[in-house]
């Protein structure tokens, strides 16, 4: 859906295949845009293998497992493992 508007989050991600070019553009000073895989959502879930995640300028430890992240208007929730909706 290309039509979000203000209630969709902007993701950012760093695919694994494109680490290394990654570690060359912050070798190269950063200059210009990262090279990042960028899209537009109003709901993402995230699962994987234990990593700092970043969230709201904050980096935290996570474990890996599931995680939704959902655009409301003029709100984002976050939902954790246990937590109630």
Known sequence: DTE???DSLS???LPVEE?????????EGGAGIAPLRRVQARRV????????L????????WDGSR??????????????PGDHQ
């Open 19 to 27: 680490r290394q070019t990654m570690v060359r553009w912050l070798a």
């Open 67 to 80: 995680v939704e992240i959902e655009a409301e208007p003029h709100r984002v929730r976050v939902l954790r």
């Open 45 to 52: 879930v995230l699962h994987g293998a234990p990593q700092p």
């Open 4 to 6: 979000l508007g203000g």
């Open 11 to 13: 993701v950012a991600l």
């Open 54 to 61: 970043r969230l709201e300028d904050k980096t935290r430890e």
